[in-house]
């Protein structure tokens, strides 16, 4: 089982494009959860992440910001999954 969190904010462009790879590529993981959590909605989030979103966590690790590859997850979802 893998936990995947977008942190995000809402009139995010790359937050957008962010969760359309998310949403596209964890599909085809059904071991895999999705959460996805607004910065705006945590001050300790939006200290932290402010200037990096959208940021992709797998178990609770960065996997990525600002542009998702969609290639580079499916492989990380794939080790995680296992």
Do not use: K
């Amino acid at each position: 089982m893998a936990s995947v969190t977008l942190l995000s904010r809402p009139g995010c462009h790359l937050c957008d494009a962010a969760r359309d790879v998310v949403v596209r590529e964890i599909v085809d993981f059904p071991a895999a959860t999705l959460v996805e959590i607004s910065i705006d909605s945590d001050p300790e989030l939006a200290d932290r992440y402010a200037e990096e979103i959208p940021v992709v966590l797998i178990d609770d690790r960065v996997h990525n910001i600002w542009r998702i590859d969609p290639a580079r997850l499916r492989a990380a979802l794939e080790e995680a999954t296992r």
